[in-house]
């Protein structure tokens, strides 16, 4: 193809899902020409890829849409609390088609590299079919949960049954009735699925790293008042969201558990565990995410429900997490979980008592014995944070590459920008406080600050924004820092920390743990202030 064959947009987004169709619709809205290309061959991202069976919210629904647009909000019906896959993905349909984006997108494209070129001051993506486009702006919204991995166990090509990672289920599903089931993982995936299966499923065996905290969801199906109400109060819901550390419904109680007698304190856990969704987490004293006492005393509470719950006593000890306090990894929302391992069919393999030592042609052998099994279901989650971005080959200023500058650890300004790569700009990468987030609120948050930024360059005549380094060296650092008095800080072994990456990131805290109200006040700043720390031609 002839350079000028390439076609040229204002913007290429890479990523159709929740971050993908609001920059679309945003850029279009002001005039722009704008281009997403989209691994998938159907636009969702997350929610498209993960559609195993039992995958859903743990946001409320009603706090989880778009805010932008009341047509949007009153036209969608949401049928139940925590929608599950299927829905989220025709709601996802839905804005598409109302807002007209589909011809804007092209589906079954996966973005292999993207290179800045200096003389022209455009960026070119080629796709792994080998097609071309270029565009001023490149918008990375690619996720943060997106490059999924398998283990490294030696053996994972060799399994004869019918291998799967939750995040490439098969569309027309799998049929697991009769089957020898085997799941490797025990995060919020594989809660969600292993609660799911087990009944239809002959056998499941559970593969456990480590056990979670796991909060009571308590999804319900939505009656037409409750959606009512909520079609009416959304201002406020959204305006609540944006104003809570992590953007859910949830508001911490401002009192100290410490200084609350344990009685009163343990009344209150009961009425978040009763009130479902991440209340236990974000609705509890707001001391729960600094101190220890509270975090543990959260901890026994949880506890002492798994043991009531769970009938064989030994098989509750081992669901019960030993090695890290309550809420310092993100908590699975469960549904009947624990009463999963009632259940009869269903075996729980410590996996740091009796190690994998490798994948075997019939299943999974242990250092204690081999495992036959059907299927393998890997729920082994994400390169996070960084996988996506690190999966293209991103390319700046003088050819410098993104896995070059982050080999030991990422570096950016706002979680928003990389020096060396002018006008490309991350919705969801690392040092964002996203990862905590009600997604599509912190979504809107990152996209509108992308757009204002365009609007002001625009506005003063400019066409180029790229972060200077001692900018990106102080957000990095913020950033760093960011966690520490907080009890997630000192719990590296979790993918806030990359501890599975299988990349570079291992060790390097990855997000901004200064919440949301605090993020959208520095996004503010830095617009009013003319952007500092950022240089604009
Ligand atoms: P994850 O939280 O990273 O969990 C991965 C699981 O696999 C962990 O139990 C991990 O054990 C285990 N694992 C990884 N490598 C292993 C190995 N080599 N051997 C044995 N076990 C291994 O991934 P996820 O469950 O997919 O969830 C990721 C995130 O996605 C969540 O935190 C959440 O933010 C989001 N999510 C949300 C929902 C929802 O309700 N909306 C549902 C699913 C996921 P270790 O803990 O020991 O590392």
């Known amino acids: 193809m002839a350079q000028t064959d390439i076609p040229q947009y204002d913007a290429i987004i890479i990523g159709g899902g929740v971050s993908g169709l609001y920059s679309l619709y945003r850029l279009r809205e002001r005039g722009m020409t704008a281009r997403v290309f989209e691994a998938g061959d159907a636009i969702g991202g997350t929610w498209y890829w993960n559609r195993y069976p039992g995958a859903r919210l743990d946001s409320e629904s009603w706090s989880y849409q778009y805010s932008f647009s009341k047509e949007l909000i009153d036209g969608w019906n949401w049928t139940e609390h925590f929608a599950g896959q299927p829905e989220i993905e025709r709601y996802l349909n839905y804005v598409c088609d109302e807002l007209k984006l589909r011809d804007g997108i092209e589906l079954g494209t996966r973005v292999k590299s993207c290179i800045y070129d200096e003389a022209s001051k455009l960026w070119t993506i080629t796709t792994e079919a080998g097609r071309r486009a270029r565009g001023r702006y490149v918008i990375a919204a690619t996720g943060f949960l997106s490059a999924h991995q398998f283990p490294e166990y030696p053996g994972v090509e060799d399994f004869e049954g019918l291998s799967l990672h939750t995040a490439r289920w098969p569309k027309e599903g799998v049929d697991l009735k009769g089957k020898r089931v085997g799941i490797i993982g025990t995060g919020p995936t594989a809660v969600q699925i292993i609660q799911t299966i087990v009944y239809e499923v002959e056998h ?100 002492m429900k798994i043991r009531e719950r769970v009938k064989d006593p030994v098989m509750a000890e081992k669901l019960i997490p030993k090695d890290h306090t309550f ?211």
């Open 204 to 303: 499941l065996t559970v593969f456990q790293r480590t056990p979670n905290w796991c909060t009571a969801l308590r999804n319900k199906p939505m009656d037409e008042a409750t959606r009512a109400g909520f079609k009416r109060d959304a201002p406020q819901i959204f305006e609540q969201c944006n104003e809570t550390l992590a953007a859910f419904i949830h508001k911490a109680d401002p009192r100290d558990g410490v200084d609350v007698p344990k009685a009163e304190r343990w009344k209150l856990y009961e009425e978040l565990h009763a009130r479902g969704g991440f209340a236990l987490w974000f609705a509890n004293y707001h001391d729960v995410f600094t101190s220890q006492e509270i975090a543990d005393d959260v901890g026994e509470f949880l506890a």
């Open 327 to 537: 809420g310092t990894k993100r908590p699975p929302g469960e549904t009947n979980y624990y009463e999963a391992y009632n259940n009869g069919n269903i075996d729980l393999v410590e996996v740091k008592k009796t190690p994998i030592e490798r994948i075997t042609p019939r299943g999974v052998r242990t250092s204690e014995r081999d495992y036959e099994l059907d299927i393998l279901i890997y729920a082994t989650g994400f390169r996070s944070l960084t996988g996506e971005l690190l999966r293209i080959d991103i390319r700046g200023r003088d050819g410098l590459s993104l896995a070059g500058k982050w080999a030991d650890g990422p570096r950016t300004n706002l979680g928003v920008q990389f020096a060396g790569f002018p006008n490309l700009f991350a919705i969801l990468g690392p040092h964002n406080p996203a990862t905590f987030c009600n997604l599509p609120r912190c979504i809107e948050n990152n996209v509108d600050w992308v757009m204002h930024c365009i609007d002001f360059l625009k506005a003063n005549g400019q066409t180029s924004i790229e972060t200077t380094v001692d900018a990106e060296n102080a957000w990095t650092q913020v950033c760093n820092e960011s966690a520490k008095g907080l009890l997630i800080g000192e719990m590296k072994d979790s993918w806030f920390y990359g501890n599975n990456n299988q990349g570079g990131e291992r060790g390097h805290f990855l997000l901004y743990a200064g919440g949301v109200p605090a993020y959208r006040r520095i996004f503010r700043e830095v617009e009013t202030q003319g952007y500092p720390g950022f240089v604009r031609s």
